[in-house]
């Protein structure tokens, strides 16, 4: 065979082999040149750079019920909504009346709960107009026990609300984003609530509306309220009227019990505790109120802390542990506290 034969067929080899190695390759997409590492902590874990972005448009406004603010608590609303449909939900609006409620209808101690989930229990007058923002998980199904995950996102006049309570709504929105694809034993319901400043009316509202069957098929409520504020402690869970239930217990058993449990705090726990459900807030321990009025209250953020109460709660949902869930509602278990435990 000539030199000219030889170099030929070489070729045709060399070709033959690059055709054959590429038919067997798979296709890459721009994603799948990510490490897996990366691609695991883009899916599963909070962006700071997120929480930050979503906490700076939001806090663009002040998000009060009275009638002079309530376009741009509308805009808030838009913003939020918006955010939501891009990370793959269908959020949708449930409208109440806002009362002035100057009786301590909603405070400690309310022995008659038909006058806590009764709307105007006193004949008061209509303020304003309510909006909570409520957002299903695409995972749920009629069958699945439910976990809610909430915030009240509504500010009180002359204030954007960054600490109070922008912090807890970004969380809420930053634990959505990264379980997106969650496709576990739980049916997930997002709510940020309006009027939690004038007597929690927005969570009230929203547990008046739930029925019986949906009170009993839910494990409880994971409340977020001023968390990520710079030297304001470290988070805590605060429960109901002090009283210690079973999501207080899971949640302080898959922190290792790091998370102290300490008495609850009048916010939008309540109604839940109150229509029966175990619901528990996370807070920072030693919140600064005052900060609240402050021009600048993105110097107070620690958005480290942000990210770690959402990275906190998504695990806890993500991995889920039915086996001590079940064993701790078998025992009935009383941890410090003159009642049963409440499930």
Same mark, same amino acid.
């Given at each position: 065979?000539? +030199?000219?034969?030889?170099?030929?067929?070489?070729?045709?080899?060399?070709?033959?082999?690059?055709?054959?190695?590429?038919?067997?390759?798979?296709?890459?997409?721009?994603?799948?040149?990510?490490?897996?590492?990366?691609?695991?902590?883009? @899916?599963?874990?909070?962006?700071?750079?997120?929480?930050?972005?979503?906490?700076?448009?939001?806090?663009?406004?002040?998000?009060?019920?009275?009638?002079?603010?309530?376009?741009?608590?509308?805009?808030?609303?838009?913003?939020?909504?918006?955010?939501?449909?891009? $990370?793959?939900?269908?959020?949708?609006?449930?409208?109440?009346?806002?009362?002035?409620?100057?009786?301590?209808?909603?405070?400690?101690?309310?022995?008659?709960?038909?006058?806590?989930?009764?709307?105007?229990?006193?004949?008061?007058?209509?303020?304003?107009?309510?909006?909570?923002?409520?957002?299903?998980?695409?995972?749920?199904?009629?069958?699945?026990?439910?976990?809610?995950?909430?915030?009240?996102?509504?500010?009180?006049?002359?204030?954007?609300?960054?600490?109070?309570?922008?912090?807890?709504?970004?969380?809420?929105?930053?634990?959505? +984003?990264?379980?997106?694809?969650?496709?576990?034993?739980?049916?997930?319901?997002?709510?940020?609530?309006?009027?939690?400043? +004038?007597?929690?009316?927005?969570?009230?509202?929203?547990?008046?509306?739930?029925?019986?069957?949906?009170?009993?098929?839910?494990?409880?409520?994971?409340?977020?309220?001023?968390?990520?504020?710079?030297?304001?402690?470290?988070?805590?869970?605060?429960?109901?009227?002090?009283?210690?239930?079973?999501?207080?217990?899971?949640?302080?058993?898959?922190?290792?019990?790091?998370?102290?449990?300490?008495?609850?705090?009048?916010?939008?726990?309540?109604?839940?505790? $109150?229509?029966?459900?175990?619901?528990?807030?996370?807070?920072?321990?030693?919140?600064?109120?005052?900060?609240?009025?402050?021009?600048?209250?993105?110097?107070?953020?620690?958005?480290?802390?942000?990210?770690?109460?959402?990275?906190?709660?998504?695990?806890?949902?993500?991995?889920?542990?039915?086996?001590?869930?079940? @064993?701790?509602?078998?025992?009935?278990?009383?941890?410090?506290? +003159?009642?049963?435990?409440?499930?």
């Amino acid at each position: 065979m000539s +030199k000219k034969n030889i170099l030929s067929v070489f070729c045709i080899l060399i070709l033959m082999c690059l055709f054959m190695n590429g038919c067997n390759s798979e296709i890459t997409t721009p994603n799948e040149e990510i490490s897996s590492d990366e691609a695991g902590e883009n @899916e599963l874990f909070a962006s700071v750079e997120s929480l930050e972005d979503n906490l700076r448009n939001i806090c663009k406004y002040i998000r009060c019920y009275k009638a002079g603010e309530r376009d741009e608590r509308d805009s808030s609303i838009e913003y939020i909504s918006q955010k939501f449909t891009e $990370y793959g939900y269908t959020p949708s609006i449930q409208e109440f009346d806002i009362y002035d409620l100057s009786y301590s209808t909603s405070t400690n101690g309310i022995p008659n709960l038909g006058i806590f989930f009764h709307k105007n229990p006193y004949d008061e007058e209509k303020i304003g107009d309510g909006k909570n923002i409520i957002i299903n998980h695409t995972n749920n199904k009629g069958n699945q026990k439910a976990i809610y995950i909430t915030a009240h996102y509504d500010t009180t006049a002359n204030t954007v609300g960054t600490i109070d309570n922008g912090t807890g709504t970004v969380v809420v929105m930053e634990i959505a +984003k990264i379980m997106e694809h969650y496709d576990g034993p739980l049916n997930i319901v997002f709510v940020l609530f309006d009027s939690e400043e +004038k007597n929690q009316q927005g969570s009230r509202e929203f547990v008046r509306n739930m029925s019986e069957e949906e009170k009993q098929n839910t494990i409880g409520c994971i409340n977020i309220d001023m968390v990520g504020e710079i030297d304001a402690g470290e988070i805590e869970i605060a429960c109901g009227r002090g009283e210690y239930n079973i999501l207080s217990l899971m949640l302080a058993n898959h922190s290792g019990n790091t998370l102290k449990t300490s008495h609850g705090v009048l916010t939008d726990d309540l109604p839940f505790y $109150y229509g029966k459900m175990p619901a528990v807030t996370l807070t920072n321990s030693n919140s600064d109120f005052k900060l609240d009025k402050e021009p600048d209250q993105f110097q107070y953020i620690d958005f480290a802390q942000l990210k770690s109460v959402t990275d906190f709660i998504s695990e806890f949902i993500s991995t889920f542990d039915e086996p001590y869930y079940t @064993e701790t509602l078998n025992n009935q278990r009383t941890v410090n506290s +003159k009642k049963p435990l409440l499930a």
